[in-house]
Nanobody
Framework: QVQLVESGGGLVQAGGSLRLSCVASGSISSINAIGWYRQAPGKQREWVAGFTKSAGTNYADSVKGRFTIPGDNADNTVSLQMNSLKPEDTAVYFC?????????????WGQGTQVTVSS
């Protein structure tokens, strides 16, 4: 059984930084793809950033130049570094990993972590 646990959210002033982490545990052979999403109150969940081995790393226009997915995934931990945060970045952030486990590829989601940016 694979589980994802997110951490790193919190309250920060505009212009500040946060680093979200998503730790995968269980029988993991490899992580094929990484996705970060967010959902603000009253809005649909939106894609923020992602990585695949074929396409590399990509970012939504709204976060490009401010958010990065660090390249190392040591200990099955993926991160989202968020700099120059804006109030409009306030949302619950979710990680989604495509993981190969027991010979099969599946997508797993974290529980979400709240990010609040004050003006």
């Amino acid at each position: 059984q694979v589980q994802l646990v997110e951490s790193g959210g919190g309250l920060v002033q505009a212009g500040g930084s946060l680093r979200l982490s998503c730790v995968a545990s269980g029988s993991i052979s490899s992580i094929n793809a990484i996705g970060w999403y967010r959902q603000a109150p009253g809005k649909q969940r939106e894609w923020v950033a992602g990585f695949t081995k074929s396409a590399g790393t990509n970012y939504a226009d709204s976060v490009k130049g401010r958010f990065t997915i660090p390249g190392d995934n040591a200990d099955n931990t993926v991160s989202l570094q968020m700099n120059s945060l804006k109030p409009e970045d306030t949302a619950v952030y979710f990680c989604a990993l495509n993981i190969v486990t027991m010979g099969r590829s599946r997508e797993y989601w974290g529980q979400g972590t709240q990010v609040t940016v004050s003006s």
